[in-house]
Structure formats: C-alpha cells, structure tokens
C-alpha cells in the first residue's frame, strides 16, 4: 500500500523520534534543576535569617543607677554589643533590678541573672581569698601593676582555682584600674589612729578586717545605701571610692571632710563575672568578645575616670564645701602594721596564704623594677607648676 513504509524508512523516523524525545527531556529537566535551584537559593536564606538572631544576656551592675560605677558597667556592655555586630546584647541593669548589690554573685550562680559587674570584695564572706583578687594588700603595687599580675602573672589561674574550689559555677575577669581610695568622710579630720576607735564605719573586703585591728566597728553594705545610713547616725565614717561615684551619691550633703589617701584599699579593680553554663553555651566567638571587650573597657574606664575624677574633686571644694585633708603618716604607718596582723592571721588558710605569696613574690619583682626605673613625678610637677597637689588640701 501507497502508506506503507519500508523498515529501513521506520527506522530513520523512530530515530528522528527518539532524538526530538532526548532534546525535550533534556529542556524539561534544565528547567526543573534552575527551578529546584531558585527554590533551594530561597529556602537557604530563610535560615541565615535564623543565625543572625540575637543572644541577649540579663547582666546587672552592682551599682545604682547615678553612680560613674554603672556608667562604667554601660561602657562595657556598649563594647560588647558593637564588637559583636549586635548579634550578643547584654542588657543592663542597676543595683536592685533584680537583687541587692551584695546578692550579685548568688543571682548569676543560679541564673536569675546572666553575668553582672562589681567588685570581689563583695564575696569574701564566702572566702577571704576573694578580696585579694578586688583589694589586696598594699605591696606597693598600684592598679595597673595588680591588673597585670591578673591577666599575665598567674592571677586569673588562681582566681578560677578558688571558683573551682569553692564549686562556684563562674567565669570572671578583673577589669578596670581603681586609684587609691580615700581613708572616707567623717565628722572632724582624723589625726591619729586612736580616732578610728569605736567609730561606726563602712568598708568592704580586708578593709573591714583591717579597720577591726584599730577597733573600728565596720559595717559592710552596697554603695546606694551608705550615704542614708550617714544621714540617719548608723555611721560616723564611711568610704565608697572615687570623687565622680562619692559626689553623685550624696556625700557632701552629709559630710564636709573627706581624708584622702589609705592604704585600706590601696589598689582595686572590677569584676565581671558570669554563668559558667550560660558562658560555655555561647558560641567560641561571643566568649572570646566578652574576655576582649572587659580588656577595652578596662583601659577605656581609666581614660574617663582621669578626666571626671579630677574635675568632681574641684567641683566638690569650690562648690559643695567639701575640706580635704591628707590622712597623717602615722596613720598610713599603723595601717601597714595592721595590714602585717591580717595577713599573718589570714593565711593560716592554706589557699589564701597560696594566693598572698603569689602577689608577694610578684611584687618584689614588678613594683622593685617600677621604683628602681622610674623617676619621681612630685619634683618635675612641682617644678612646672609652683606648687605641690597637697597645697590644695590640709596637711596634719
């Protein structure tokens, strides 16, 4: 028939057949794959999305809210957020947010807090150790040099010893160089040992136990609440710290004399502190931005306290009526022989007297090549300005 094909004809149809086949299939599944492709571009951004939330953390100073304190508490926690891109935010509180300043480490031990900022001193009712890593003794060395000792000398491997011993479940670092604190306000300038005796005083740390060897009765408490207790009588004398945090906390509304200088607290720093199990749980990265970002703020704070401070110290004689007064000799020379009977005492603790030895031997060592190296700076101020800083305040 006119319709029938021969086989070799079939055959070069079915193969043009098969071929038209394989090109569609081939467009079909080109087309399939850029979809699946889109598909999946789109799919993979929606998680990225989800990496980029962010961690926040509940971090409360032990600080009210007006003190310079918390202001330095707010700097390390700017650091932090801006080092990290905004992907770990701490969110800051003030004393009393969640806990009373002295209730601190308990909080973040239990994870009521995140982490939170202020001073070991506070903790040494669980171990004495504790203020030697906040205020330790007077061994020549001021804040830098004990700051140092913390991060490169061996110190923050002891301090995570005496976390470990204690089975405190913490991650800290010390932050922050505090000058040298004042002797406090009082009633009448203090002329002589003998004037601690029975005065109700405010102090934390070894500072307490120290003013106990003048027969001192020492209260401990947070900052915010030591101007009221001066105002009602609990206190006849009290120390916090710095000009900036005593003149925004009140105390020259309820004292005009303040002693400048004491080897109570000779040299301090902060701490920051955190839930070991939160801290471990962040990614390598956020620990790390934690750690750095306390160095930064360490050196950050000092800058602005050597700005501020200063100024608050005027502000408060030519504005507020406030007398400053050099403690006399006498009385920083008893103190370094109380300071001898507290750490005789103290270090029947094996671990204390561990720690106490460690600064010891390191102070030899830093503070001999300081004193040794360095030139002393009242002759060339004194040269170039007439004058010496205690011609401001009463010498006794």
């Not at 969640?98 to 995140?114: E, N, R, T």
Request: contains cysteine; hydrophobic residues 40%.
């Amino acid at each position: 028939m006119a319709h029938d094909q021969t086989p070799a004809a079939q055959s070069d149809e079915s193969k043009t057949v098969t071929a038209i086949d394989r090109q569609s299939r081939r467009r079909f599944l080109t087309g399939s794959a850029a979809a699946v492709g889109a598909g999946a571009v789109a799919a993979v951004g929606f998680p990225s999305i989800a990496v980029a939330q962010t961690t926040t953390l509940r971090f409360q100073s032990t600080w009210p809210n007006q003190d310079i304190f918390h202001e330095f508490a707010g700097d390390y926690v700017r650091i932090v957020n801006e080092m990290s891109g905004g992907r770990l935010r701490l969110n800051l509180l003030p004393a009393g947010a969640v806990v009373g300043a002295l209730q601190l480490q308990d909080a973040v031990i239990s994870g009521a807090l995140d982490g939170g900022h202020g001073v070991t001193a506070y903790w040494y009712g669980k171990h004495k150790a504790f203020s030697l890593f906040g205020t330790p003794p007077p061994f020549g060395w001021d804040a830098h040099q004990f700051l140092a000792w913390f991060w490169t000398g061996g110190g923050s491997e002891l301090y995570a010893e005496l976390l470990e011993m204690l089975e405190l479940p913490l991650v800290g670092y010390q932050t922050g160089p505090m000058p040298t604190q004042a002797l406090g306000w009082f009633k009448e300038p203090i002329t002589s040992a003998d004037d601690l005796r029975g005065l109700k005083y405010r102090t934390v740390g070894l500072g307490a136990d120290l003013m106990n060897e003048f027969g001192a009765a020492v209260t401990i408490m947070g900052g915010g609440d030591i101007v009221p207790a001066m105002d009602r009588g609990l206190l006849d004398g009290a120390e916090f710290n710095n000009p900036s945090s005593d003149r925004l906390l009140g105390f020259p509304d309820v004292s005009k004399t303040w002693m400048l200088r004491s080897y109570h607290q000779d040299c301090e720093a902060f701490e920051i502190i955190f839930n070991k199990t939160r801290h471990d749980s962040l990614p390598d990265e956020f620990q790390a931005i934690l750690e750095y970002a306390a160095k930064a703020a360490s050196s950050e704070m000092y800058w602005k306290a050597m700005e501020r401070y200063p100024r608050d110290l005027n502000g408060m004689r030519e504005e507020q009526g406030v007398q400053t007064y050099i403690t006399p000799d006498s009385v920083l020379q008893a103190q370094l022989e109380a300071w001898d009977v507290v750490i005789e005492r103290e270090s029947r603790n094996p671990f204390f007297k561990k720690v106490v030895d460690h600064q010891r031997e390191y102070c030899e060592r830093v503070v001999g090549f300081h004193l040794e190296g360095n030139t002393p700076k009242e002759p060339a101020y004194q040269h170039f300005y007439g004058k010496l800083p205690t011609d401001t305040s009463t010498v006794l």
